[in-house]
């Protein structure tokens, strides 16, 4: 259900207090997505179709935002934002004003695709060897529960940035947070998946006094579902942003409350380090499949490095014929991410600190001879496995996104606190939550990260650096038009999810409801395992095994949010796996 978008503040916040008084545990609706048409008698699965524009996200009252300033004359820009923020709301475990992120937009009338990084920056105080204890062992404590494992937030100077650039001039900023506001002010229902959600983590959030003040009930009681939740002191703060812009973040009562509730938990952070803050525009990782062309996040992300080359890697391999879910078409794809995440755990990190070899990773020669020692008929062991050498050229709790308006302008966002609720702890009178992002980063060499990623010097934690990121917000174009906005969380398995997005897509002629449903599988390497989830045959699991293949069935794996150009319009899919993801259009 949605409310109805207005253009001014003091008039948008009364309307969406009213809706919700008058509704007690329900909003007002005003219109219903449009109805779902049968696309083919031989699709099992259908998407959203929509005329004028696009939202797919996590959450269905965050999507709703997003559609009504599409409905209201804000460009895709306008409605990443405004999405944006009620999802720091609504989706309190990734949603965030306390981590940080990537975004790719495009623009249909220039035809400029950029990136947009307000990826979370270690403090000043920040060394190399922090995460290690007295033996010089790495203390996963350290790196996930402290005030240590607290990145700089870049969320807000992000969608300040993407606003300032790319908004409409429709709405101001302060007009794009008034959602949000209203949201944490006056309460929303909640969901099984948000109820559920808190039930599970209370071990850790009720150790934090504003944390659990906020997320359970007085008498220690839990929400239900249909309970009302409001987070009036996370409405003050949206509050003074809307005021003063991300100054309003960046400094005064709401810096010193974060730095503070940091230094507390034995982090560094100081109020200059949250004031130093900026977010940058990148140029995107690019390159090509089978005639389309493919925009995805640069460094720090190794999401669009390794998409790509990971997709060379496939190119000659003819995964069409062999068919989805086939053992021939599964082999090749484990064996090229093998490679891929091989490389990712020497060459990726923060390009403004080490060289990344972005143009060598992804050229079509080097990918040729990553896969010169493919065998068809045997997994390569992952000692057998070492990264490559790829020519110098200069140069799991998580959330996507993704918007197209009416003129195909069309936003990718990915963003997190890392962690489900970050690092479980809240900037004290703010009801921010902090993210534990700089686990990310390499604590020692050779050392796994929690989701098993091996990183090397290049992720090594210094001043003001960002950790390496495999988030991959990413859009797929052919002869210059739109054709796909996908990403995902999942840690680790982020890149493999919308690689298969894409494969599923362009190899396999889904719609991208189908595409969505597919079960995925994934390997990164190291561990040495072929993580798959339900959904593929036993038959071809058996032949996987015999050509050598270690497989471990798994939980489902992201939560993709994508959005397709079709004949005539639009088609959505938020993922099936996630409770409460909606993909509406206007």
């Known amino acids: 259900m949605t409310f109805r978008m207005v253009k001014t503040l003091a008039v ?7 809706q919700i008084a008058g509704a007690g545990t329900g909003w007002t609706q005003t219109a219903e997505p449009a109805a779902t048409p049968i696309l083919s008698g031989d699709d099992r699965f259908h998407p959203v179709i929509a005329r004028s524009g ?4 996590q959450e269905a009252i965050a999507t709703g935002v997003g559609r009504d300033i599409l409905a209201a004359g804000g460009n895709a820009v306008d409605a990443a934002v405004a999405t944006g923020f009620a999802l720091a709301v609504t989706l309190p475990r990734a949603g965030n004003l306390g981590g940080g992120g990537f ?22 105080g920040a060394f190399q060897d922090m995460f290690l204890d007295a033996d010089g062992n790495a203390d996963s404590k350290k790196s996930r529960f402290s005030g240590l494992a607290v990145g700089v937030p870049g969320t807000v100077a992000g969608l300040a940035a993407a606003h300032e650039r790319f908004g409409s001039g ?10 949000a506001i209203a949201l944490a002010r006056n309460g929303f229902p909640v969901s099984d998946d948000l109820s559920q959600s808190l039930k599970r983590s209370f071990p850790r959030l009720s150790k934090d006094p504003d944390a659990r003040a906020v997320f359970y009930k007085a008498d220690g009681g839990f929400f239900e579902p249909g309970d009302l939740l409001r987070q009036p002191a996370l409405a003050v703060s949206l509050e003074a942003i809307a005021e003063t812009g991300p100054s309003g973040f960046y400094e005064g009562a709401v810096a010193e409350a974060i730095a503070a509730r940091v230094q507390e938990a034995g982090g560094s952070m100081t109020v200059a380090d949250l004031k130093a803050y900026r977010s940058i525009w990148r140029e995107p990782v690019t390159g090509t499949y089978r005639g389309y062309e493919i925009a995805s996040m640069p460094p720090p992300s190794s999401g669009g490095v390794h998409i790509v080359e990971i997709l060379n890697m496939l190119e000659p391999h003819a995964v069409s014929d062999s068919g989805a879910g086939s053992a021939a078409t599964l082999h090749v794809m484990a064996e090229a991410m093998k490679r891929a995440y091989a490389d990712r755990s020497k060459f990726l990190g923060d390009p403004d600190f080490v060289d990344v070899p972005v143009k060598g ?7 040729l001879e990553r896969m010169a020692d493919f ?9 057998e496995i070492a990264p490559g050498g790829p020519q110098s050229y200069e140069s ?9 308006d009416a003129a195909g302008n069309a936003v990718s966002n990915t963003y997190t606190l890392n ?4 690092v479980g702890m809240m900037a004290t009178g703010t009801g921010i939550l902090l993210n534990n992002e700089l686990d990310d980063f390499s604590a020692k060499p050779g050392v796994p990260n929690a989701y098993g990623l091996i990183g090397g010097e290049a992720n090594a934690v210094a001043p003001r650096k960002r950790p390496l990121s495999s988030m991959s917000p990413t859009l797929v174009f052919r002869d210059g038009k739109f054709v796909l906005a996908t990403g995902s969380p999942g840690g680790s398995r982020i890149i493999t999810t919308v690689l298969q997005i894409i494969l599923n897509v362009v190899d396999h002629g889904m719609n991208i409801a189908e595409a969505s449903a597919a079960p995925r599988m994934h390997h990164q390497w190291l561990p040495d395992e072929l993580r798959v989830e339900e959904g593929f045959s036993p038959d071809t699991l058996k032949l996987l095994a015999e050509k050598g293949h270690s497989i471990a069935l798994k939980p489902v794996m992201g939560s993709t949010q994508s959005i397709m150009a079709v004949e005539g319009g639009l088609a959505g899919a938020a993922d099936p796996r996630r409770q409460g993801a909606l993909a509406a259009g206007h």
């Open 12 to 18: 948008l916040g009364l309307a969406i207090a009213g």
């Open 170 to 179: 429709t709405f101001s900023f302060a007009q794009l947070v008034a959602p």
């Open 103 to 124: 975004m790719m937009v495009h623009m249909a009338e220039s035809g400029e695709t950029l990136a947009l990084d307000y990826r979370e920056t270690a403090p000043a």
């Open 361 to 367: 990773l992804t050229s079509k020669a080097y990918a």
């Open 396 to 404: 799991n709790e998580t959330t996507h996104f993704s918007v197209v």
């Open 419 to 422: 962690f489900s609720y970050g």
């Open 375 to 383: 065998d068809p008929e045997r997994a390569a062991l992952a000692s």
């Open 54 to 57: 696009m939202v797919s996200s």
